[in-house]
């Protein structure tokens, strides 16, 4: 499974590395060290990290770095795959935001799609809704 860095996850979370280095350090978000005694995050720690702090409606503690969706990408990490026997249902939290995407599951089959994996969900659409808040 693949392991991140402390700079890449906090892009992927939308904060700074020094944030996610006091969640490190708190006990609040699992890191481990390899040989080199660089911190490194889980795969699937960072997916549940990144869902439960989307959850509680902020990315950080003040310090998150700009979000941007230039061109409809959003960079993220896989938290939910469900296959069926034709289509499947992959989620990916790109900071703050969740994006939902249905897709063959020869296609999760064939770009070996599993949770905490990165990924970049574009979105191309012909409605876009603008609501006030």
Request: glycine share 10%; hydrophobic share 40%.
């Amino acid at each position: 499974m693949r392991s991140y860095t402390i700079g890449r996850a906090a892009r992927l979370l939308g904060v700074s590395p020094d944030t996610v280095r006091r969640w490190a350090d708190s006990g609040r978000l699992p890191t481990r060290r390899d040989g080199a005694g660089k911190r490194l995050i889980e795969g699937p720690d960072l997916a549940a990290f990144s869902v439960a702090l989307a959850a509680e409606g902020h990315p950080g503690d003040g310090e998150e770095e700009p979000y941007t969706t230039a061109r409809n990408a959003f960079p993220g990490i896989i938290t939910s795959v469900k296959t069926g026997d034709v289509a499947a249902q992959v989620e990916v939290q790109a900071g703050p935001h969740r994006l939902v995407s249905l897709l063959t599951r020869e296609a999760v089959e064939e770009l070996g799609l599993a949770v905490g994996m990165e990924a970049v969900a574009r979105v191309k659409s012909t409605n876009v809704h603008i609501d006030l808040v």
